[in-house]
Protein backbone atom coordinates (compact mmCIF):
# COMPACT_ATOMS: atom_id res chain seq x y z
CA UNK A 1 0.00 0.00 0.00
CA UNK A 2 0.40 3.87 -0.20
CA UNK A 3 3.47 4.57 2.35
CA UNK A 4 3.86 8.62 3.51
CA UNK A 5 6.87 10.86 5.11
CA UNK A 6 6.67 13.67 6.44
CA UNK A 7 10.05 16.05 7.10
CA UNK A 8 11.03 17.21 8.90
CA UNK A 9 9.76 15.28 12.24
CA UNK A 10 9.70 18.63 14.19
CA UNK A 11 10.52 22.42 13.61
CA UNK A 12 10.92 25.45 16.40
CA UNK A 13 10.14 28.75 14.86
CA UNK A 14 10.02 32.00 16.08
CA UNK A 15 6.78 34.54 15.88
CA UNK A 16 6.69 35.92 11.93
CA UNK A 17 9.15 33.05 10.11
CA UNK A 18 7.80 31.40 7.57
CA UNK A 19 7.95 27.13 6.88
CA UNK A 20 7.80 24.49 4.82
CA UNK A 21 6.20 21.02 5.27
CA UNK A 22 7.28 18.58 3.02
CA UNK A 23 4.83 15.03 2.58
CA UNK A 24 6.24 11.99 -0.13
CA UNK A 25 3.94 9.41 -0.90
CA UNK A 26 5.16 6.68 -2.65
CA UNK A 27 2.62 5.93 -5.03
CA UNK A 28 -0.41 7.31 -7.42
CA UNK A 29 -2.89 9.11 -5.26
CA UNK A 30 -6.41 10.26 -5.79
CA UNK A 31 -6.55 12.04 -2.16
CA UNK A 32 -3.98 14.09 -0.63
CA UNK A 33 -5.25 16.46 2.46
CA UNK A 34 -3.59 18.18 5.19
CA UNK A 35 -4.89 18.23 8.56
CA UNK A 36 -3.61 20.44 11.88
CA UNK A 37 -4.26 18.21 15.46
CA UNK A 38 -5.21 20.97 17.73
CA UNK A 39 -4.03 20.26 21.27
CA UNK A 40 -7.45 17.88 22.06
CA UNK A 41 -6.57 15.84 19.40
CA UNK A 42 -9.16 16.98 16.91
CA UNK A 43 -8.20 16.68 12.79
CA UNK A 44 -8.54 20.06 11.13
CA UNK A 45 -8.76 20.59 7.76
CA UNK A 46 -6.20 22.44 5.89
CA UNK A 47 -6.21 21.50 2.60
CA UNK A 48 -7.56 18.66 -0.09
CA UNK A 49 -5.18 18.69 -2.61
CA UNK A 50 -4.12 15.57 -5.04
CA UNK A 51 -3.17 18.22 -7.71
CA UNK A 52 -2.26 21.86 -7.76
CA UNK A 53 -2.07 24.40 -5.71
CA UNK A 54 -4.21 26.04 -2.81
CA UNK A 55 -4.30 28.87 -1.12
CA UNK A 56 -6.08 30.24 2.18
CA UNK A 57 -4.63 33.28 3.98
CA UNK A 58 -1.14 32.57 5.50
CA UNK A 59 -1.27 28.76 4.90
CA UNK A 60 -0.98 27.45 0.97
CA UNK A 61 -0.28 23.87 -0.08
CA UNK A 62 1.15 22.50 -3.25
CA UNK A 63 0.85 19.01 -4.71
CA UNK A 64 2.83 17.68 -7.47
CA UNK A 65 1.11 14.34 -8.26
CA UNK A 66 4.04 13.44 -11.03
CA UNK A 67 6.32 13.30 -8.39
CA UNK A 68 4.88 12.21 -5.50
CA UNK A 69 4.95 15.34 -3.03
CA UNK A 70 3.27 17.79 -1.38
CA UNK A 71 4.32 20.87 0.22
CA UNK A 72 2.49 23.32 2.86
CA UNK A 73 3.73 26.99 3.23
CA UNK A 74 3.23 28.67 6.69
CA UNK A 75 3.82 32.25 5.99
CA UNK A 76 4.40 34.73 8.88
CA UNK A 77 3.98 32.37 11.82
CA UNK A 78 1.45 32.88 14.77
CA UNK A 79 1.71 31.11 18.06
CA UNK A 80 -1.37 29.54 17.06
CA UNK A 81 0.19 27.84 14.41
CA UNK A 82 1.79 25.06 16.68
CA UNK A 83 1.11 21.72 17.09
CA UNK A 84 1.13 18.05 14.71
CA UNK A 85 0.52 18.65 11.26
CA UNK A 86 -0.26 15.83 9.30
CA UNK A 87 -0.52 14.62 5.48
CA UNK A 88 -2.61 11.87 4.81
CA UNK A 89 -3.14 10.21 1.02
CA UNK A 90 -5.24 7.96 -0.32
CA UNK A 91 -4.59 5.38 -3.49
CA UNK A 92 -7.11 3.28 -5.20
CA UNK A 93 -8.80 2.01 -2.09
CA UNK A 94 -10.60 5.17 -0.11
CA UNK A 95 -8.28 4.38 3.36
CA UNK A 96 -6.43 7.07 4.28
CA UNK A 97 -3.07 7.01 5.06
CA UNK A 98 -1.06 9.24 7.25
CA UNK A 99 2.36 10.22 8.11
CA UNK A 100 4.16 10.34 11.40
CA UNK A 101 3.32 13.86 11.66
CA UNK A 102 5.55 16.96 11.90
CA UNK A 103 5.00 18.61 15.35
CA UNK A 104 5.30 22.38 14.99
CA UNK A 105 6.44 24.94 18.15
CA UNK A 106 6.12 28.66 17.17
CA UNK A 107 7.64 30.64 20.10
CA UNK A 108 6.85 34.48 20.93
CA UNK B 1 -24.28 22.09 8.34
CA UNK B 2 -23.22 19.65 11.97
CA UNK B 3 -20.00 18.73 11.99
CA UNK B 4 -18.79 14.72 12.51
CA UNK B 5 -19.71 14.23 16.28
CA UNK B 6 -18.09 11.25 18.43
CA UNK B 7 -19.10 10.51 22.02
CA UNK B 8 -17.77 9.97 24.52
CA UNK B 9 -15.01 12.48 24.72
CA UNK B 10 -13.41 10.54 27.19
CA UNK B 11 -13.44 6.79 28.46
CA UNK B 12 -11.52 4.60 31.18
CA UNK B 13 -11.84 0.93 31.16
CA UNK B 14 -10.61 -2.12 32.11
CA UNK B 15 -8.42 -5.00 30.18
CA UNK B 16 -10.79 -7.73 29.47
CA UNK B 17 -13.90 -5.41 29.13
CA UNK B 18 -15.84 -4.20 26.21
CA UNK B 19 -16.09 -0.57 24.50
CA UNK B 20 -18.48 1.28 21.83
CA UNK B 21 -17.66 4.24 20.63
CA UNK B 22 -20.31 6.65 18.88
CA UNK B 23 -19.97 8.78 15.67
CA UNK B 24 -22.60 10.80 13.99
CA UNK B 25 -21.94 11.54 10.24
CA UNK B 26 -21.64 15.40 9.27
CA UNK B 27 -24.69 16.34 7.33
CA UNK B 28 -25.12 14.55 4.12
CA UNK B 29 -22.06 12.04 4.58
CA UNK B 30 -22.93 8.24 4.24
CA UNK B 31 -19.36 6.92 4.23
CA UNK B 32 -17.94 6.72 8.24
CA UNK B 33 -14.34 5.81 8.97
CA UNK B 34 -12.78 5.00 12.16
CA UNK B 35 -9.21 5.58 12.32
CA UNK B 36 -6.82 4.39 15.93
CA UNK B 37 -4.16 7.01 16.80
CA UNK B 38 -1.39 5.80 18.89
CA UNK B 39 0.57 8.69 21.17
CA UNK B 40 2.89 10.04 18.95
CA UNK B 41 1.67 8.16 16.20
CA UNK B 42 -0.56 9.04 12.45
CA UNK B 43 -3.93 7.67 12.86
CA UNK B 44 -4.54 4.07 11.34
CA UNK B 45 -6.88 3.08 9.48
CA UNK B 46 -9.62 0.60 10.93
CA UNK B 47 -12.40 0.31 8.77
CA UNK B 48 -14.90 2.27 6.78
CA UNK B 49 -19.31 1.46 6.68
CA UNK B 50 -20.65 2.58 3.65
CA UNK B 51 -24.49 1.62 3.36
CA UNK B 52 -24.58 -0.39 6.38
CA UNK B 53 -21.92 -2.36 5.31
CA UNK B 54 -18.04 -2.64 6.03
CA UNK B 55 -16.48 -1.42 2.82
CA UNK B 56 -12.52 -2.09 3.71
CA UNK B 57 -10.93 -2.84 6.69
CA UNK B 58 -7.38 -2.11 7.65
CA UNK B 59 -5.04 -4.86 9.77
CA UNK B 60 -6.99 -4.78 13.21
CA UNK B 61 -8.49 -8.27 14.56
CA UNK B 62 -11.74 -9.42 14.89
CA UNK B 63 -12.66 -8.17 18.38
CA UNK B 64 -12.86 -4.68 16.34
CA UNK B 65 -16.34 -4.45 14.99
CA UNK B 66 -18.64 -1.86 14.06
CA UNK B 67 -21.95 -0.77 13.03
CA UNK B 68 -23.92 1.41 10.73
CA UNK B 69 -27.17 2.70 11.01
CA UNK B 70 -29.64 4.17 8.08
CA UNK B 71 -29.05 7.95 9.80
CA UNK B 72 -25.41 7.23 8.42
CA UNK B 73 -24.18 6.94 12.72
CA UNK B 74 -21.98 4.64 13.37
CA UNK B 75 -20.29 2.71 16.48
CA UNK B 76 -17.36 0.73 16.92
CA UNK B 77 -17.00 -1.74 19.30
CA UNK B 78 -13.80 -3.39 20.91
CA UNK B 79 -14.39 -6.33 22.99
CA UNK B 80 -11.58 -8.07 25.16
CA UNK B 81 -9.84 -4.80 25.70
CA UNK B 82 -5.78 -5.11 25.79
CA UNK B 83 -3.71 -2.60 27.72
CA UNK B 84 -2.50 -1.42 24.09
CA UNK B 85 -6.30 -0.61 22.91
CA UNK B 86 -5.20 2.95 24.64
CA UNK B 87 -5.27 5.33 22.25
CA UNK B 88 -7.59 8.10 20.28
CA UNK B 89 -9.91 6.85 18.23
CA UNK B 90 -10.97 9.00 15.40
CA UNK B 91 -14.05 9.09 13.17
CA UNK B 92 -14.44 10.97 9.89
CA UNK B 93 -16.75 11.11 7.27
CA UNK B 94 -17.23 11.73 3.80
CA UNK B 95 -18.87 11.57 0.49
CA UNK B 96 -18.35 7.96 -1.23
CA UNK B 97 -15.18 7.28 -3.35
CA UNK B 98 -12.14 7.93 -3.50
CA UNK B 99 -11.68 11.56 -4.37
CA UNK B 100 -13.38 12.98 -1.65
CA UNK B 101 -12.56 14.42 1.70
CA UNK B 102 -12.87 13.69 5.20
CA UNK B 103 -13.69 15.36 7.76
CA UNK B 104 -13.16 14.04 11.44
CA UNK B 105 -14.35 14.23 14.52
CA UNK B 106 -13.10 15.45 17.85
CA UNK B 107 -12.11 11.91 18.94
CA UNK B 108 -12.82 9.53 22.12
CA UNK B 109 -9.30 8.78 24.27
CA UNK B 110 -9.83 5.74 25.22
CA UNK B 111 -7.70 4.51 28.06
CA UNK B 112 -7.18 0.60 29.31
CA UNK B 113 -6.22 -0.17 32.37
Known amino acids: GIQVEQSPPDLILQEGANSTLRCNFS?????LQWFHQNPWGQLINLFYIPSGTKQNGRLSATTVATERYSLLYISSSQTTDSGVYFC??????????FGKGMKLTVNP | ETGVTQSPTHLIKTRGQQVTLRCSSQ?????VSWYQQALGQGPQFIFQ???????GRGNFPPRFSGLQFPNYSSELNVNALELDDSALYLC????????????FGQGTRLTVV
Open chain 2, 27 to 31: SGHNT
Open chain 1, 27 to 31: DSVNN
Open chain 2, 92 to 103: ASSLPGVNTEAF
Open chain 1, 88 to 97: ASAGGSEKLV
Open chain 2, 49 to 55: YYREEEN
